[in-house]
């Protein structure tokens, strides 16, 4: 399948899927998304394909959040239908593929990056890796699940800190927190991944499908995906939202009301 946004590439079994909007810093949009969900298909419905890995374009940057220029035109309603699509097509699906599917995170993933990440059954991160959930800086909260898997990874506590000031956090601060399994030199990077995903796709698939269905559904609801996808376009139809995201845009401090 030809693809505008990703590139895709299948080797000894592993789906590469690499996001290539390098002078955009890969960051999502509404054809990102729907490319990914299309790749993750691919995933699924691909017999010759055992696992996967999602990674950017580029030394720079993993995913550095989402376009923010379509956010401008948004209200409550738009902002959660947003966020309900983008689970449904790629980040839910991530999490519930039955073959592992694996971020390779080579440089910034910020916001809907990170969560894109988190998604993903585990993380092996470059070096020069950084994560964070700076929605609060636009007016908003994360969308993509990023309240609820960064909180079943880190604990509550490291959760609240990180989504309510917005702080970047570095690939070794990641490791220590248990949210990311191994931190690598860049060179390495996708070598690393492919090196622990050629041991698993040694492994019975439907016994791994299995330990993935499982694991997943440890004390597990979509409760709270629901919740947030309700609370995050809730934040459309404010003041503040519009005003981060065109502070944003316009390179400036944003002056946010509570309104």
């Known amino acids: 399948m030809n693809y505008q946004t990703i590139l895709t590439l299948l080797e000894n079994n592993i789906f590469i899927i690499t996001i290539n909007r390098p002078d955009k810093l890969n960051a999502l949009n509404k054809t990102v998304i729907e490319e990914l969900g299309a790749a993750i298909n691919e995933v699924y419905n691909n017999p010759e394909i055992k696992s996967a890995i999602i990674t950017g374009a580029g030394e ?17 309603t738009a902002g959660e239908a947003l966020a309900r699509r983008g689970q449904e097509l790629v980040f839910d699906k991530i999490e519930k593929s039955p073959k592992p599917i694996i971020a390779a995170v080579n440089g910034f ?10 998604a993903c059954h585990f993380i092996i991160a470059s070096e020069q890796a950084k994560f964070g959930q700076p929605e609060v800086n636009l007016g908003l909260i994360p969308g993509y699940g990023g309240t609820q898997r960064l909180t079943q990874l880190v604990g509550k506590n490291r959760a609240m800190q990180y989504i309510m000031t917005g702080e970047i956090f570095s690939a070794n601060d990641a490791l220590q927190l248990g949210m990311v399994n191994k931190v690598v030199v860049q060179t390495e990077l996708l070598n690393e991944a492919k090196k622990i995903l050629a041991i698993i796709n ?13 694991i997943n559904n440890f004390d597990h609801t ?6 947030e996808i309700k609370k995050f376009g809730e934040c459309f139809s404010t003041e503040d939202a519009k005003e981060g995201a065109s502070a944003f845009l316009e390179k400036r401090k944003a002056n946010f009301k509570g309104k």
């Open 60 to 76: 720079k940057s993993f995913v550095a959040g989402a376009d923010i220029s379509e956010f401008l035109t948004l209200d409550a």
């Open 109 to 118: 993933a910020l916001g809907g990056g990170c969560e894109l990440a988190l």
């Open 222 to 227: 979509h409760q709270g995906y629901d919740y």
């Open 202 to 214: 040694t492994k019975a698939p439907l016994a791994i499908a299995k330990v993935i269905e499982t």
